[in-house]
């Protein structure tokens, strides 16, 4: 044979070469020719071809022993696929290496020596000839072997690569994918190890895993070499960054979250055999300051975004169409500098086709035994079934719920058989979420206790569908799943948008048919992110030693209070924007009344005590008061860095509870004060049109504001004075009421004879249906909605307006 036919540089190959090179060299190939150009860093290497994995075997006459172990398997019965994935195994780990082969891999490896000096190590990756087609991911399939320094190793490793394209877990794959087990010939990566066991690595995707949103960068992090990650063993730290304002030039991260990263994996000098692999690495703890902090910069993050970008932009133009990425990156930590290790479409939110919006609902709750990562938005349901390691996989029913401390790739023949997942460790690019994804199983990953927790034979329901967060309930909980064709739903003339408050629903309502935000509120955002008042964080000195130590805990991985809550506050309110983004975010500031802002940490001490909350020190009377001023100039400082740091400037800001004219221009003043002046780089300022006096006053009032938005339920309470708490007048409590809708109506005529916008963002149209039919009939210009009734009143809407031929859009 030809010897130039065994080894191929990356230099010399690219996406075209899958057949001779595999998924990975192919990948790396590219990359290495087209974007190290333009800035990509891809560590040099070379391909061990497919050629070379048939002529090992033609050269040992292994084809025949081969059919024998494999054909007539039943790759359902686990002890059968077992028992023959271990002959197939053994037989090719025990060919000899022609000395030809021999000779040119080592040859190779003398060339790496050359260019990166002696005490380069390397990284031996299997490189399947079926894997990283946009169908199916073989991700974890084959063998990884790490920090090879000899030629011996190196040798052994290539030996070792070429038997994994028979572990149990890769023969069922292909099975399942409909490959014939002996076309899939195996190649292999050798390449420059980067050094990240001394420095961090991860996984990057360019669209967010979940949702399939395509608007972010989505990075995952850990310290030490990645393999931590891929297998699902310790939860990273995750970041999100907004496309369209990284393309405008903006560079700040979206959205981020600390993992508690338990382990890294360092190289050692002693050789572990291990179930998974065979290499010279081994875990340890991390300290707690290794935990207490992200592991890459905000500045890694930007180069992890450009790589990212550059190389979406470069395979989809290569392939004429979209094409997300799932992306492998490790940064060394002798260098400093970042370098990409893999990139491969991703194979599962981008296949989702056509335009049918899927949306489970829980229509009831129980206890919740667990919470973690949810993965994917489905809800499933059935009895427990506790599997703590392979051997006990053949015990697993179909239909019963997988609960596991965590699974491999050996697990997924009953993975694919199960309602649900449920994992004590690993986070949103562990193998278990990688593989439920595929399979459209919903998982919850990372619940810490789910083996100790829950028993076998509990019946459970597991809710991915309530945002990032997945619940385990008790029980069989009913559920619905609403189907919406979004091709045969029309575009209302009157705007309908979405209420949000919670950002981790904001990517999976990305899909929902609105025109914008109208309400985002940030009370969510405050009570369950940052949990801390903002004058315990302006004044230390006067909350007592216990508070102020609870304070500086929850700002470890931050400069300091101040930061912590600034950038908390600001990329919650932006990942909400950007959900929707360029389309209008209505963001209120804050609205707690004193008694919801006594029970943040450190709230007793700055609060008063009122009688009647509700109409007493709230929204625009706090802002400019010196009990509350400096709160407020750290809520204008996130809300400027969103719109000035972060690119979103979609982002209107809203002033709640505005009891009069001079409480609004001083209000104003405060804001312009901090930054926020209103016309500057286009910032407009709604009001919430809640109180009596905005509707009687609303011509002075639209001259210091560019919209109103009307507070339905306080509008209410004030001119029925009806106290919306009290359940014993609750009867009296309707917006249905003429007097109430006369002010409705009075707002939005005042609104328009003076240019303003007006919106509605209460509860009454999502359950009155003749209110929604109400506004529309007054012309006013949107109506902001809870998620869960966006669909049903855009119907609505979309009949009366057919009604009144008002030309509803089509």
């Known amino acids: 044979m030809n010897k130039a036919s065994y080894i191929r540089w990356f230099n010399e190959i690219g996406i075209g070469d899958v057949p001779l090179v595999g998924g990975k060299n192919a990948s790396l190939g590219e990359m290495y020719q087209n974007l190290t150009t333009e800035g990509v860093r891809v560590p040099n290497g070379f391909a061990v071809t497919a050629e070379a994995y048939r002529y090992v075997l033609e050269y040992n006459d292994a084809w025949q022993p081969l059919h024998a172990a494999l054909d007539g398997l039943d790759p359902d019965n686990i002890k059968d696929l077992q028992a023959r994935g271990e002959k197939a195994r053994a037989i090719i780990y025990g060919c000899q290496l022609p000395d030809d082969l021999q000779a040119a891999i080592l040859q190779g490896y003398a060339q790496l020596r050359r260019e990166y000096g002696e005490t380069i190590s390397l990284a031996v990756r299997s490189s399947a000839t079926a894997e990283d087609s946009p169908e199916a991911s073989f991700a974890g399939q084959n063998d990884t072997y790490l920090n090879i320094t000899s030629n011996d190793a190196l040798l052994d490793g290539y030996k070792r690569c070429l038997a994994s394209n028979f572990t149990d877990r890769s023969i069922h794959y292909k099975y399942d994918n409909h490959f014939d087990y002996y076309k899939v010939y195996l190649s292999v990566v050798v390449m420059k190890m980067v050094r990240s066991d001394i420095g961090a690595s991860g996984v990057m995707f360019s669209l967010d895993t979940e949702t399939g949103f395509r608007d972010v960068v989505f990075i995952n992090a850990t310290l030490g070499l990645g393999e931590n990650i891929v297998q699902g063993t310790i939860d990273p730290d995750s970041f999100h960054v907004h496309k369209p304002s990284f393309i405008k030039g903006y560079r700040a991260v979206l959205k981020r979250r600390l993992g508690s990263k338990e382990k890294k994996m360092i190289f050692t000098d002693t050789l572990n055999t291990g179930n998974i692999a065979v290499e010279y690495t081994e875990n340890i703890d991390t300290r707690t300051e290794e935990r207490n902090h992200y592991c890459i910069t905000d500045a890694d993050v930007m180069v992890l975004t450009d790589y990212a970008l550059k190389i979406e932009n470069h395979y989809s133009n290569k392939a004429g169409c979209y094409r997300p990425m799932d992306m492998e990156w490790a940064k060394d930590g002798t260098d400093g500098h970042l370098y990409m290790v893999q990139a491969r479409p991703e194979t599962v939110a981008s296949q989702k086709k056509g335009t049918v919006l899927e949306i489970y609902h829980l229509k009831e709750r129980s206890a919740v035994l667990l919470q973690g990562r949810a993965v994917g938005t489905r809800i499933g349901a059935g009895k427990a079934r506790i599997i703590n390691d392979v051997k006990h996989l053949g015990d697993f029913q179909p239909g019963e719920v997988l609960v596991a401390d965590t699974t491999t790739p050996d697990w997924e023949p009953v993975m694919k058989t199960a309602a649900a997942i449920v994992t004590s460790r690993g986070g949103r690019t562990c193998h278990a979420a990688i593989v439920s994804r595929e399979l459209g199983v919903p998982a919850i990953v990372g619940t810490e206790s789910a083996t100790e927790t829950i028993k076998t034979g509990q019946t459970i329901t597991i809710s991915c569908a309530e945002g990032e967060t997945g619940n385990v309930y008790e029980g069989i909980l009913d559920f619905d799943v609403q189907q919406t064709d979004l091709s045969q739903l029309g575009h209302p003339k009157t705007r309908i948008m979405m209420n949000l408050g919670n950002p981790d629903q904001a990517f999976s309502l990305a899909s929902l048919p609105v025109d914008g935000i109208g309400l985002a509120r940030m009370e969510f955002i405050i009570s369950e992110y940052i949990k801390v008042h903002p004058m315990a ?274």
């Open 537 to 810: 964080i302006k004044h230390p000195e006067k909350v007592d030693a216990a508070t102020r130590e609870k304070i500086a805990a929850f700002s470890l991985a931050y400069e300091s209070p101040e930061d912590f809550f600034v950038k908390t506050l600001a990329e919650g309110v932006a990942t909400i924007a950007a959900a929707v983004y360029p389309k209008p975010c209505v963001v209120r500031m804050s609205d707690f009344k004193s008694n919801e802002y006594a029970t943040l940490l450190g709230g007793t001490f700055f609060e008063p005590e009122e009688g009647n909350p509700m109409i007493g020190f709230r929204g625009a009377s706090r802002y400019a008061h010196p009990a509350y001023a400096e709160g407020f100039a750290l809520e204008c400082a996130a809300m400027k860095r969103v719109r000035d740091d972060m690119g979103l400037t979609n982002v209107k800001l809203m002033i709640p509870f505005c009891r009069r004219v001079q409480e609004g221009e001083k209000v104003l003043e405060a804001m312009a004060a901090q930054g926020l002046k209103r016309g500057d780089n286009d910032l407009e300022v709604y009001v919430m049109c809640e109180i009596p006096n905005n509707v009687i006053l609303i011509d002075a009032f639209a001259k210091l504001f560019d919209g109103f938005s009307i507070g339905s339920n306080d509008l209410t309470q004030l001119t029925l004075g009806v106290d919306r708490d009290s359940e014993i007048v609750a009867f009296d409590f309707d917006e249905r009421d003429p007097g109430v809708k006369e002010m409705i109506r009075l707002a939005v005529e005042g609104a328009r004879r003076n240019g303003r916008h007006s919106g509605l963002c209460g509860q009454a149209p999502s359950d009155y249906p003749e209110m929604a039919e109400y506004l529309v009939e007054l012309g006013i210009d949107s109506m902001s909605l809870n998620p869960d009734t966006v669909l049903t009143t855009t119907r609505l809407v979309l009949e009366v307006e057919r009604r009144l031929s008002r030309n509803p859009g089509s």
